[in-house]
């Protein structure tokens, strides 16, 4: 479940990572994608290192989603 910080905490590196992919990928998938990787996250990652590894593993997966695409 998203919390608020959660809710922000996506949103923050949907923005970022949307400068990178937004020509390749939509939005609304940049977004799932973030949410997605926030969920698998959850309770794997000390809570210092969340925003981080969420941001690392977000951009890893569009990299991928990305490339599949061209």
């Not at 000390?46 to 890893?60: C, G």
């Amino acid at each position: 479940m998203l919390t608020h910080r959660n809710d922000d905490l996506v949103t923050a590196v949907s923005t970022s990572l949307a400068d990178e992919f937004g020509g390749t990928v939509a939005a609304h998938e940049i977004d799932r994608v973030v949410r997605d990787s926030l969920r698998d996250l959850h309770g794997r990652v000390v809570s210092e290192a969340v925003t981080d590894m969420l941001r690392r593993l977000a951009h890893h997966r569009l990299h991928r989603l990305s490339a599949a695409r061209a």
